[in-house]
């Protein structure tokens, strides 16, 4: 089983030698990068066409999977909503690693680099 993490968008076009090693990874099929969908409707606001294309073929390379509503960034049929079961497994996740942590549909848990 591999380690999944959902990236954000400022780290589409991250330089920096960790996000360069997780590329690697990913590619040497060590850990599993994606994205969810708030990658796209942030995208979809960009200001600036050619970085707004730019990044748009960069999240192509990543599979999207569905992550956690975020209000107001989220498409309804794009998302998962939790109940209070998953928050509970989250509240513990997050005082224990910190950062955040996506439970699927399939309600593994994934880890976020944001």
């Known amino acids: 089983m591999l380690i999944t993490f ?8 991250d330089a920096t030698p960790a996000m360069d090693r997780l590329r690697h990874l990913d590619a040497d099929s060590k850990v ?7 990658v796209d409707t942030e995208l979809d606001r960009a200001t600036d ?13 990543y599979e999207k999977v569905q992550g956690p509503a975020v ?5 309804f049929d794009h998302a998962v909503y939790g109940d ?6 989250l509240d513990v996740v997050f005082a224990r690693f910190g950062g955040f942590v996506v439970c699927t549909p ?9």
């Open 71 to 75: 209000f107001g960034d989220s498409r």
């Open 84 to 89: 209070d079961d998953e928050t509970r497994v």
């Open 106 to 114: 399939e309600h593994a848990l994934t880890l976020v680099v944001a």
């Open 32 to 38: 599993k990068l994606v994205r969810t969908d708030t």
């Open 49 to 61: 066409p050619d970085k707004r294309e730019r990044l748009f073929g960069a999240s192509a390379e």
């Open 6 to 13: 959902a990236i954000d968008v400022h780290l589409l076009d």
